[in-house]
């Protein structure tokens, strides 16, 4: 089974804190995501990678930055945290480039920006 | 942009049959998913129609008509653990590279 997994399940932060999400996947996938989830808006994406240190933007990169320096491990980076990023935060991998249909999340980072 | 249609709120009867529909309109359109997301939960991948026609898998089927831009998921024999949110998602291609949008989620409720 594929498992990935993310360094905090919940995080509470002030605001203008750097923030470091983390998730690592075990399965060699080649693709990984960070999306964002909000009560009524669905799942929205944030960036995502195809390679090591490639990131492409998604639909909201705004206020966040990416690294992906190993194929298994891939970061969100909030710059300067703000109230508006209070969010569940969702990594999720797929096994390759094409096959973006079949993605397998971790259990989520719930962030409270104070 | 991508937009994907999908009702916010379903009720079913346990045992019953129910269907969440997702209208979408994508450029790019290679294929639908659909995902489950129990409350707490992370999303699971449920199916995936690239094709015209129906999909089973057990007691969840998934449809997709291309011409129409629609396509649903069906739950037969519900029970009480379906209780959970499903999220219709398209596959589309764009300047190299494939991306999956996802709608805004259908929570369903199975009552006794």
Redesign the interface.
Known sequence: DVKVTQSSRYLVKRTGEKVFLECVQDMDHENMFW?RQDP??????IY?S?DVKMK?K??IPEGYSVSREKKERFSLILESASTNQTSMY?C?SSQD??S?????????TRLLVL | ?QSLEQP?EVTAVEGAIVQINCTYQTSGF??L?WYQQHDG?????LS?N?LDGLEETGRFSSFLSRSDSYGYLLLQELQMKDSASY?C?V?WYRAG?????????TKLSVIP
């Open positions: 999306y009524g808006l669905g799942l929205r994406l995502f195809y492409e998604g639909d969702l999720a480039r094409d973006v249909e079949t993605q397998y999340f971790g259990p989520g | 942009g916010s290679y294929g998913s939960g992370a999303p699971t991948f995936y690239a999220f998602a596959k590279s494939y991306q999956l949008t996802f709608g805004k989620g």
